[in-house]
């Protein structure tokens, strides 16, 4: 059973008001995580995907298809613990690479197209993509 | 509201500055005052859907001259009218014309590409121009041929100032309302400022859109226990909330206004719409709007913004119903149209420019899409999503659908077969006529293509479409069937794979099927089209059974299920081959089958000099030679349960002749217990049962 002291202390803590010295995330800072979203959207016909960000493997499927209904092959949701990302796409059946560098702070989501079936083209956008 | 294409808009009258030129006929004025002061006369407009009919045709033509942004352009189908039947037959649209504007008369020449061969491609119209209160005057078309010889004339009565007719019906889910009305006013805009809604939207595009009185609220829990739709439970909402509902191509729509999200929203997308019905057959009937993500995405319910987007959002989607892909998948990324996104064009041009710059329309080769691209191209359920679908880039294709517009026969036609077969495998189909309604119907049961009454289209993987030919012209007296609530249908399977024209599927690829059946009142039944596939030879035995199979002589011997002739000995020759070096093949089957119907029939020999010798059948062959067909069958291998019936029966009656009561039975037994095992229909299985027993106690 909880002696009185115990629940006055937990009762103390959660109404406690969140000063400085008291901030349990300003004492012990944790790695900040931020989300890149990557939408691979047009001019996907039946290729293979391997993207790289920050030089680590993050997507790597083949069969990838742009649906023209809504001119989206696939997305992926990618947590960053730091704020820049070093992003390569590479098309290994159609042979063509592509990189950009994004601050996943300003402009997490980046769209990503087969461009003229011979070249990839990202796009970075501070908004997030809408279909229809 | 405004209706642009209103018979009493301005936008349908025009202006005839009449001079001198001008007749007193037209004017209804004394000369002399048109020679001191121009007057002004109204007269109606041209443009829109005329329809005439000639001998058993019918014929919608659309005229798009003048008024609201023609397109200098004339299209048109036409439907063939067999006793209570109207089905489509074929449509034609126009190169550029030449349009001769007279004061009483406007005259169009064109040539035309059409969907079925013809030479009568030149086509002239003449259309007499009336005055405002009066009615709008028939046009009269005259088809030539490119040296001039005349062709059909038809007379086509105005039928409408819109060129097509769509019936739409707006469900909405339970929590959220159908959208009505957006002022393009309201926000920086291109255009007119004017009030717009998904109705007046079309109707600006030439298309009228008549809402259905079947709005109904859709509950949440169709989108699953999640809450979240799938493109699956938004297709079965639609089967089971859109009062017309129709898997045939049929002018009509269905738009669902949702509350909760599509499972394609996730945290770096938002799916605003999807024309979902983009996977099956008799594709875009349905789409679906998102209108929760929509108002919070953009400042909320009841907002111009939100308005603004809804709106796009539902013309959009059903864009997509007309087989209308995205602009830049059309090449034209920067065009101002409801089919492209703003987003898109804003990241080429600058923040805000779609919206300050778009005019609230469609883009001009749209516009040609949708008024004026073959019926098939267009009409909802029609050709697959993204098929011959308006890139503007004048592509053509041929089609074998003419489905049912209207069928009140009372008889439906369902063609089936197996989905897959091996190079040089013969095709064999199945027909199935049945009752649609619980009324009785008297038919004609001749139902294999051999007869005359059912015809077989074949499009093959190139695209050419030809009409399966039997081998030999099969005449017979109609055999008059009542097909009744107890006896609601009749069966017939049939080889299709060689004909006058040689073999139909000798190449590896995709052919589509239809059947068509002509009842006894002159109605032409279709059945819907099926897809099957020959594959390619997946190894070295295959290809050699492929070549061994594919030759006429053989062609000639499974149309007529073997034969002695010593001209298709070749042939013989080849299915021996088979059987002695390939007996372990599924595809071995096939030759047995050949070789075992005909050993089992005595064979007419007649010798150079009209004598006549016959073989007798021989038992025994037959017996070993069917039941490794019967085996194969019943192992899933072999042949249809209707080509084994009669090879079964063959081979028993072969046993019969021969004395053999006993043998004749066990084959007979092992056939009904086949039949037993397969899904057939109770009242056939007992036909066949009938059949069986009738030849063993005769």
Known sequence: MPTWFTVSFILCLLIYDGSPSGSVAATTPGPMTHHLYLALQDGFNNDSVLITVNG???????????????????SVDIPMESDTAVISVEVSSKQIIGTLTVQVTDTPYVAVNIHNGNRVEMIPSKDSFRYL | MSDPLSPNSSHYQELILITEEASDLETNAPSSAINTLPIIILKNSISGRYRGS??????????DIDGVRPCNLISGDFYRISGSVKTYFGSFKSGPLTVTWGTSIVTVRGTLSTTWGTPYNVVTITIPRTLILYPRAAA???FYNSTGSKGATYVAAFESLYFRTIRLEEDYEVGTSLFGNYNTGSLPHGGTARTLNVVSAYAEAGIQMLLTAGTDAVPTADAGPDAIWTNAELETAMHHHFSIVSDTPQWQTWLLACKSKHELTTGGSTLFGIMFDYTGTYQRQGCAVFQTQINSYYGGAGSNDANRHTLYC?????????????????????????????????????????????????????????????RNSVIMGGDNWATNAGFGTGEERMDITQPIIENRSGLALDLSAKSIFALGEPVVIKLRLHLRDLNGKVVNAKLHPNFDLTKIAIKKPNGEVVTYEPLAEHLAGPHWLNLSEANPSISESAYIGYGKDGFYFDQPGTYLLKAGYHTPEGALINSADIKISVRFPVSAQEQAIAELYLGDEQGKLFYLLGSDGKHLQKGNDAFDTVLEKYGDDPLSVYAALVHGVNAARDFKHVGPDNQVSIRKHNAKLANTLISKVFQMSNEGDGVDHITLNYAMCKAAESHLKSGDKTAAKKTLDDLKGFLDKQHIEKHELKKAHAKIDTLLHD
């Open chain 1, 56 to 74: 680590k493997q993050r997507y790597h499927k083949s069969g990838i298809t742009s649906n023209l209904v809504i001119s989206l092959a696939d």
């Open chain 2, 54 to 63: 000639l001998s058993g045709y019918e014929i919608e033509l659309r005229i």
């Open chain 2, 140 to 142: 009269t078309l005259t």
């Open chain 2, 314 to 374: 539902y013309v959009h989607e059903l864009g997509h119903s007309f087989n209308l892909l995205h602009s830049w998948d059309k090449s034209r990324p920067d065009s101002l149209s409801w089919m492209n996104y703003d987003w898109k064009y804003d990241q080429r041009h600058s923040s805000g420019s779609f919206w300050a710059n778009f005019a609230f329309q469609f883009d001009d080769l749209e516009l040609v899409h949708i008024r004026h691209d073959y």
